[in-house]
T-cell receptor, first 118, second 118 residues
Framework: DTGVSQDPRHKITKRGQNVTFRCDPI?????LYWYRQTLGQGPEFLTY????????KSRLLSDRFSAERPKGSFSTLEIQRTEQGDSAMYLC????????????????FGEGSRLTVL | AQKVTQAQTEISVVEKEDVTLDCVYE???????LFWYKQPPSGELVFLIR??????QNEISGRYSWNFQKSTSSFNFTITASQVVDSAVYFC???????????????FGRGTQLTVWP
């Protein structure tokens, strides 16, 4: 399967614990995005990378959240000292962005990592 | 600030009916991109279409058609002769242009749950 893969698919944790999610994008894609989605809502932007550079972070991304893409390939999203409000589906997406134009703008999404904080 | 409004939370139709999903957006940018994504029960978001702000041509792809009107800041999506497999949540999204032409973050609406009954 050459799509975007996320791991784990489900994570149940106790409040105060740290969790880490991993995203493997489509191999030739230079852009990688993290979104969060709660029930009945659209995805909310968290952050995105172009290669290994983190280009933008949402104000939603508190100090407890950190994302990395160290070699411009896979990415991790860590949540420290989890709170019940962090319970959500965490979505990763990737795309190929050509600065010279010609990009379709299509984001390819993974199936998401569902976090439940008890 | 960018904002996407999908006023229809849920729509139910019977198979073979036509259905239109509304999307209204707000942006101060002159260059922007509009999208529609489908999220079936399996959960993975699927790209349907991207339109550029400077291209107001309507588009048809099989049973799907999109009506982009800058004058009313709307980007509506019509499914003709709906089928049960069209049942999903549909999201409209907006992206600003960064550095002139590349995509920035996507702002999603809250989505419209479409149910097509046999």
């Amino acid at each position: 399967d050459t799509g975007v893969s996320q791991d784990p698919r489900h994570k149940i944790t106790k409040r105060g614990q740290n969790v880490t999610f991993r995203c493997d994008p489509i191999s030739e894609h230079n852009r990688l995005y993290w979104y969060r989605q709660t029930l009945g809502q659209g995805p909310e932007f968290l952050t995105y990378f172009q290669n290994e550079a983190q280009l933008e972070k949402s104000r939603l991304l508190s100090d407890r959240f950190s994302a990395e893409r160290p070699k411009g390939s896979f990415s991790t999203l860590e949540i420290q000292r989890t709170e019940q409000g962090d319970s959500a589906m965490y979505l990763c997406a990737s795309s190929l962005e050509r600065t010279s134009g010609g990009s379709t703008g299509e984001l390819f999404f993974g199936e998401g990592s569902r976090l439940t904080v008890l | 600030a960018q904002k996407v409004t999908q006023a229809q939370t849920e729509i139910s139709v019977v198979e073979k009916e036509d259905v239109t999903l509304d999307c209204v957006y707000e942006t101060r940018d002159t260059t922007y991109y509009l999208f529609w994504y489908k999220q079936p029960p399996s959960g993975e978001l699927v790209f349907l279409i991207r339109r550029n702000s400077f291209d107001e041509q309507n588009e048809i792809s099989g049973r799907y058609s999109w009506n982009f009107q800058k004058s009313t800041s709307s980007f509506n999506f019509t499914i003709t002769a709906s089928q049960v497999v069209d049942s999903a949540v549909y999201f409209c999204a907006l992206s600003e242009a960064v550095r002139g032409s590349t995509l920035g973050r996507l702002y999603f609406g809250r989505g419209t749950q479409l149910t097509v009954w046999p």
